[in-house]
């Protein structure tokens, strides 16, 4: 399978439109390429783990890729992953995920929402950290959110008309 994405990246302060090449299924390549015909790739288990592989090698050169799986906040759950982390979960620490917190992962995001992979990463180890917590469980939003977890639904990118 291969795909073709635009995706936003900002460069130098500047947001521009690259476009990312999205191959394989199971191992996955991702090729970020620019207008100017620079180009980076990656290779991962799937496409979630593609592009945190690609954004560490990126960041010491200022490029920042501006999509969902690059926020501090997502992860993709083990389901989403088997499938090659085409979505992924955004984490709250005050309430449990649900199907209304699904994104697309290549899907733009707002560069401020845009952190490192260690950033990630220690936002997901905070996550698991406060969710084994006693007290998660007294929280009343918490209980609204996992007893109303099947009403909304995932925020996908609708299909534009021509």
């Known amino acids: 399978?291969?795909?073709?994405?635009?995706?936003?990246v900002q460069v130098d302060g500047q947001v521009v439109r690259w476009r990312l090449v999205?191959?394989?299924?199971?191992?996955?390549?991702?090729?970020?390429?620019?207008?100017?015909?620079?180009e980076c790739s990656a290779e991962g288990d799937d496409v979630f783990d593609a592009l945190r592989s690609?954004?560490?090698?990126?960041?010491?050169?200022?490029v920042k890729v501006c999509c969902?799986?690059?926020?501090?906040?997502?992860?993709?759950?083990?389901?989403?992953?088997?499938?090659?982390?085409?979505?992924?979960?955004?984490?709250h620490r005050w309430r449990p995920v649900t199907v209304r917190d699904l994104v697309s992962t290549f899907d733009p995001c707002d560069p401020d929402q845009v952190g490192s992979v260690e950033a990630q990463d220690a936002y997901w180890e905070t996550y698991l950290a406060d969710r084994g917590k006693w007290?998660?469980?007294l929280n009343p939003v918490w209980w609204a959110y996992f007893l109303t977890a099947s009403w909304g639904r995932p925020k996908f990118r609708r299909p534009q008309s021509p």
């Open 1 to 8: 399978m291969v795909d073709e994405l635009p995706v936003r």
């Open 22 to 38: 999205v191959e394989g299924d199971g191992p996955w390549v991702l090729t970020l390429r620019s207008p100017a015909g620079s």
């Open 54 to 62: 690609m954004r560490a090698e990126l960041a010491p050169r200022g």
């Open 68 to 91: 969902n799986g690059a926020r501090v906040d997502v992860r993709p759950s083990g389901l989403a992953a088997s499938q090659g982390s085409w979505v992924v979960y955004v984490l």
């Open 135 to 137: 007290f998660t469980s």
